[in-house]
DNA sequence: AATTAGGATTACC
DNA sequence: GGTAATCCTAATT
């Protein structure tokens, strides 16, 4: 039949939505950083530690915004007082045709907060190794408290707070509100606060970091754009592995041996989409490439076939 | 209705 | 030439 005009979408030129690559060169700056922050001394007399993230606008004036943004993207994995953390999902709801910007966004969202997670605590570890203290606020001593703070002062360049949060254990520490810092240092307790607080949930999530598929070899999720083309199988396994994200459209039935659900079809398609810049993928086309892996022997139908139900016959 | 299976064609690296 | 994307028909759930 008449299947002549196959809808081409210019899709020769596909925009990327990528974040160019991670840090090193001039990857993500939130705050601008001044010329230069170099350390005057001194208690750690290491050359540059870079905190690209929890870094100070100049000028003195403290970036507020800068610190919850990386507070926010530091909690979501594991918040401070909430148990149950409900992760900044997508609605797995209907699927609106023009929404897809919107999830390209969140996805995106979903790289950067990783990102940002990733950094933070890697900052937080290096200063752990240089100060010599436990990442774990509510182990400290006075003077791990004392050095912490000292550190602290240097990284925000703030006057000599420490003299004023002297004595303290990490537990009093960590027993304080917000009001308690302010009212220590009306100027600064605040941030300060915030400080702690970014460090307090390094430490919680520090045993769940980095995710399985952080550093592996397939990972390219830094970045949507097709530099080495991301295969399917690939795609979906990044997408197992992030239970937390994605556990609402796909999720393992049994890891061991690799048989997995898809629970949302649409909601999975709009992602490999996303992904690849094909605004029209839906689930009918996944599905028909899942189903080039079977004689590939990359994916399968399980022994008991169920709908929506795959397995990777190499399960890792 | 949605899913499954697989052939055919086209597009893109 | 390999991997998907697209399109399609037919069967199954």
């Known amino acids: ?28 700056r939130w705050a601008e950083e001044t010329e230069d922050i ?7 007399g290491v050359p540059d530690l870079s905190w690209p993230l929890v ?21 979501p994995a594991q918040g401070l007082g909430s148990p149950e953390p409900s992760p900044p999902i997508l609605s797995p709801a209907q699927n609106p045709p023009i929404e897809v910007q919107g999830k ?10 990783s990102m940002v997670v990733g950094e933070v605590l890697s900052d937080v570890n290096k200063a752990c190794k240089l100060l010599n203290i436990a990442p774990d606020p509510q182990e400290w001593n006075c003077m791990h408290v004392y050095k912490w703070l000292l550190w602290t002062e240097h990284l925000y360049r703030l006057p000599q707070i420490s003299t004023l949060f002297k004595e303290l254990s990490g537990r009093d520490l960590c027993s304080m509100t917000e009001a308690d810092f302010r009212e220590r240092s009306s100027q600064f307790g605040d941030m300060l606060y915030a400080h ?36 399917l199988w690939q795609f979906l396994r990044e997408l197992l592995h992030k239970p937390h ?33 094909r605004p029209a993928m839906n689930y009918d086309k996944l599905s028909r490439s899942i189903r080039q892996y079977y ?22």
């Open 1 to 28: 039949m008449g299947s002549s005009g196959h809808d081409h979408m210019g899709s020769t030129e596909r925009s990327c939505l990528c974040l160019s690559p991670p840090y090193d060169g001039d990857g993500i």
């Open 38 to 44: 170099k350390p005057s001394h001194s208690l750690l």
């Open 55 to 75: 870094c100070l606008t100049g000028n003195g004036g403290l970036a507020r915004e800068d610190l919850s943004m990386a507070e926010a993207a530091a909690l």
């Open 104 to 113: 390209a966004e969140e996805y995106c969202l979903e790289q950067v907060q």
């Open 196 to 231: 702690l607080d970014i460090w307090r949930s390094a430490a919680a999530m520090k045993d769940q970091w980095p995710p399985e598929d952080f550093k592996s070899a397939n990972d390219n999720s830094w970045c949507n754009c097709p530099s080495q083309p991301i295969h």
């Open 245 to 277: 994200n994605y556990s609402r459209c796909i999720r393992w039935i049994n890891k061991e041996k690799g048989i997995f659900k898809i629970e949302d079809s649409a909601h999975v398609a709009r992602l490999w989409g996303i992904r690849k810049n």
């Open 295 to 316: 004689k590939k022997g990359i994916i399968r139908k399980p022994d008991v076939s169920r709908r929506l139900v795959y397995q990777f016959v190499n399960p890792i």
